[in-house]
């Protein structure tokens, strides 16, 4: 059989992918659930929710419903810090909050305008911690959390069973996202596979990487005022991971899938997906021109090669080309299968995998447009620019 460039390209696309299935810390696997995860304990502690909320009208009435509606036995304080809303998130707050509740205090707190050197989530994070403080000054964890998130009613329950019986100060669930809409089927299950790829959970438990998911975050009071507060990481536009970074240091983090926990966000067609995937992306890459480069090629080489291999080897007669390009593309179709299956998706979506990492790679390149052009890491009417960076951000 003759060697081809061809075959050798769809050779070691196929090698990669077999790097990834064995050494990769079965990433692909999605098996870090916190599956019913409870534990006998004598006094459950105090825990305050903070959400920082910017016109999250839409959404944030079932958020905190979930909250104010969990089954867990110890206190529980909900303080959500409106950040300059336009669309009467505040007024949303307490419409949903039932004051007559004796679980689940709600309280608004009117954000200050954003502070110099701050990226905007993470200053509402601040002043909600600072007015967690003050109610419930004996609270051992905060949840940070998202209003867009309708939290499954025994979630804070097993968070704090999991943080309290194996000394975790940072516990993390990757939440259900959304995959009701065409593009959102396509492109939302891949997002976490990416992600999951590039930090896999089970390293992560492991303390070999840290990441976390920014819409659940289960944090130890002691653990935050170790690492000196939400402070230390005021601008970071990563949030979630370059907080596990920091915690990971001289502590203990979790990081899961959800079972019954979700995001209630939808997605405006490809151009919503597409804008959550550029805000970050070059953020993430650190601004280097480099690293883009060595991205795009990466993802051309383990998602491209193996389909074109065996499609243009079938024409060409390239046998080589054809056997090593079917085997790639069916060890990364089987790989991507426990992913669907999570998202309660067809198991035939898997085949199109190239075609979705192929529109993930121009989402890439387009946030280093974005970037360059001064849009920078723009969303939800906030742009930032050179300032805000991810370094040590848990790789």
Same mark, same amino acid.
């Given at each position: 059989?003759?060697?081809?460039?061809?075959?050798?390209?769809?050779?070691?696309?196929?090698?990669?992918?077999?790097?990834?299935?064995?050494?990769?810390?079965?990433?692909?696997?999605?098996?870090?659930?916190?599956?019913?995860? !409870? &534990? +006998?304990?004598? =006094?459950?502690?105090?825990?305050? $929710?903070?959400?920082?909320? %910017?016109? *999250?009208?839409?959404?944030? #009435?079932?958020?905190?419903?979930?909250?104010?509606?969990?089954?867990?036995?110890?206190?529980?304080?909900?303080?959500?810090?409106?950040?300059?809303?336009?669309?009467? !998130? &505040? +007024?949303?707050? =307490?419409?949903?909050?039932?004051? $007559?509740?004796?679980?689940? %205090?709600? *309280?608004?707190?009117?954000? #200050?305008?954003?502070?110099?050197?701050?990226?905007?989530?993470?200053?509402?994070?601040?002043?909600?911690?600072?007015?967690?403080?003050?109610?419930?000054?004996?609270?051992?964890?905060?949840?940070?959390?998202?209003?867009?998130?309708?939290?499954?009613?025994?979630?804070?329950?097993?968070?704090?069973?999991? #943080?309290?019986?194996?000394?975790?100060?940072?516990?993390?669930?990757?939440?259900?996202?959304?995959?009701?809409?065409?593009?959102?089927?396509?492109?939302?299950?891949?997002?976490?596979?990416?992600?999951?790829?590039?930090?896999?959970?089970?390293?992560?438990?492991?303390?070999?990487?840290?990441?976390?998911?920014?819409?659940?975050?289960?944090?130890?009071?002691?653990?935050?005022?170790?690492?000196?507060?939400?402070?230390?990481?005021?601008?970071?536009?990563?949030?979630?991971?370059?907080?596990?970074?920091?915690?990971?240091?001289?502590?203990?983090?979790?990081?899961?899938?959800?079972?019954?926990?979700?995001?209630?966000?939808?997605?405006?067609?490809?151009?919503?997906?597409?804008?959550?995937?550029?805000?970050?992306?070059?953020?993430?890459?650190?601004?280097?021109?480099?690293?883009?480069?060595?991205?795009?090629?990466?993802?051309?080489?383990?998602?491209?090669?193996?389909?074109?291999?065996?499609?243009?080897?079938?024409?060409?007669?390239?046998?080589?080309?054809?056997?090593?390009?079917?085997?790639?593309?069916?060890?990364?179709?089987?790989?991507?299968?426990?992913?669907?299956?999570?998202?309660?998706?067809?198991?035939?979506?898997?085949?199109?995998?190239?075609?979705?990492?192929?529109?993930?790679?121009?989402?890439?390149?387009?946030?280093?447009?974005?970037?360059?052009?001064?849009?920078?890491?723009?969303?939800?009417?906030?742009?930032?620019?050179?300032?805000?960076?991810?370094?040590?951000?848990?790789?």
């Amino acid at each position: 059989m003759e060697v081809t460039l061809l075959s050798l390209l769809a050779f070691a696309a196929l090698l990669g992918w077999v790097w990834l299935a064995v050494f990769r810390g079965g990433f692909w696997l999605c098996d870090q659930r916190l599956r019913a995860y !409870t &534990a +006998e304990i004598e =006094r459950w502690p105090e825990v305050v $929710a903070v959400i920082p909320a %910017r016109d *999250e009208a839409e959404t944030i #009435a079932r958020s905190i419903q979930s909250l104010t509606g969990q089954t867990y036995p110890g206190g529980l304080t909900v303080v959500v810090v409106d950040d300059e809303s336009q669309d009467g !998130t &505040a +007024e949303v707050v =307490r419409q949903a909050a039932d004051p $007559a509740s004796e679980k689940g %205090r709600v *309280e608004v707190v009117s954000g #200050a305008p954003l502070a110099s050197g701050w990226t905007g989530k993470v200053w509402a994070m601040r002043q909600g911690i600072a007015r967690a403080e003050e109610l419930a000054p004996d609270a051992r964890y905060v949840l940070l959390t998202d209003a867009d998130i309708e939290h499954g009613a025994d979630s804070l329950r097993q968070l704090v069973a999991r #943080a309290e019986k194996d000394s975790f100060d940072l516990v993390s669930l990757m939440v259900r996202l959304r995959c009701d809409r065409f593009w959102e089927r396509w492109l939302i299950p891949a997002f976490v596979f990416f992600f999951q790829k590039l930090y896999p959970f089970p390293w992560v438990n492991r303390r070999r990487v840290a990441a976390a998911a920014g819409g659940c975050m289960l944090v130890r009071r002691t653990a935050l005022d170790r690492i000196g507060g939400i402070e230390a990481i005021r601008d970071r536009v990563i949030d979630d991971c370059a907080l596990a970074a920091e915690i990971a240091k001289g502590g203990k983090i979790w990081l899961g899938l959800a079972e019954a926990s979700r995001s209630i966000r939808g997605y405006d067609g490809l151009t919503g997906i597409w804008n959550m995937v550029a805000r970050t992306a070059f953020v993430q890459l650190n601004h280097s021109v480099l690293l883009l480069a060595g991205t795009v090629v990466g993802m051309a080489m383990l998602y491209l090669a193996p389909p074109v291999a065996l499609i243009a080897g079938g024409l060409s007669g390239d046998r080589g080309a054809m056997a090593f390009g079917a085997a790639g593309w069916a060890l990364m179709t089987v790989l991507y299968l426990p992913m669907l299956q999570y998202s309660a998706l067809g198991a035939w979506r898997a085949i199109l995998l190239p075609l979705v990492a192929c529109l993930y790679s121009a989402m890439t390149v387009s946030s280093a447009f974005r970037h360059y052009r001064g849009r920078g890491a723009a969303w939800k009417g906030r742009s930032y620019g050179e300032s805000h960076t991810d370094h040590g951000n848990g790789t």
